[in-house]
């Protein structure tokens, strides 16, 4: 498992996910917002859309505050007007890492994005300084406990996986993005729930970093996350699994 998706992994068993739910379901609503917005609100036609309900339906979000994001998309209830944006830049140890963002005011967001890395031993760098590192793939976590190996790679390559990586209690599916709601068709309709299921974007290297390079590369993506115009950060790290289990306790 890549260290930023294991990472997440551990939070969320941990409890840290929960805790965090009002601020997950405000960056879902965006998500959803803007998904209308730019493809319209049927979900049959707009993947992008059908994405970002599947990740509210995972989070529990109640169907009314999804109606009401998809409405503000499409401009039948008056909503904030949002734009996407993208930041990169280098955090301690040389770790590269994309911030993606949902505003409705760049400048500010870009200072404040900015000042973020200034603090924690990071800087911001030019527009695809790091974005060659990264492949956009669709990723799936599953336990292993629910199919077998075997089953498992017959059932996610027939639908449009292209790899699955087998770890000590996971199975981790990857998939190139257009294929993701495919391959998740297949797996509920067998019966199989994950833990874990988005687009993401999958470092093509990783470096390695401990002590504390990792504790503040860790506490620099807490705070990224937390902010409420970040939707997702990615980082190309390698941390050892006992420091991230260390850092876990102490959320």
């Known amino acids: 498992m890549s260290g930023h998706s294991k990472w997440a992994s551990i939070k969320h ?128 976590l599953i336990d292993k406990a629910q199919i077998s190996e075997d089953e498992l790679f017959a059932l996610a390559i027939d639908s449009g996986a292209e790899d699955i990586k087998v770890g000590d209690k996971n199975y981790e599916i990857f998939c190139e993005p257009k294929d993701f709601e495919s391959v998740k068709e297949a797996l509920t309709k067998k019966g199989i729930k994950w833990e874990e299921a988005e687009l993401t974007k999958i470092p093509n290297s990783t470096i390695k970093i401990a002590g504390n390079d990792a504790k503040q590369l860790l506490a620099l993506i807490e705070t990224l996350e937390d902010h409420d115009d970040v939707q997702k950060v990615y980082a190309n790290f390698d941390i050892p699994d006992e420091v991230l289990e260390e850092m876990a306790q102490e959320i």
């Open 13 to 140: 068993k941990k409890g840290a996910a929960d805790a965090k739910r009002g601020r997950l379901f405000t960056k879902l609503i965006r998500e959803i917002t803007v998904a209308a917005k730019d493809g319209g609100g049927n979900s049959d036609t707009n993947p992008s859309l059908r994405t970002a309900i599947s990740r509210a339906n995972d989070a529990n979000m109640p169907k009314d505050n999804i109606e009401k994001a998809i409405k503000k998309g499409t401009g039948e209830l008056p909503g904030v007007s949002y734009e996407s944006c993208i930041f990169e830049g280098y955090g301690p140890g040389g770790v590269a890492i994309i911030v993606e963002v949902l505003t409705d005011n760049k400048n500010r967001s870009s200072a404040e994005i900015r000042n973020i890395l200034s603090k924690r031993a990071a800087n911001m760098a030019g527009a695809g300084s790091v974005a060659w590192i990264f492949t956009s793939k669709g990723y799936i």
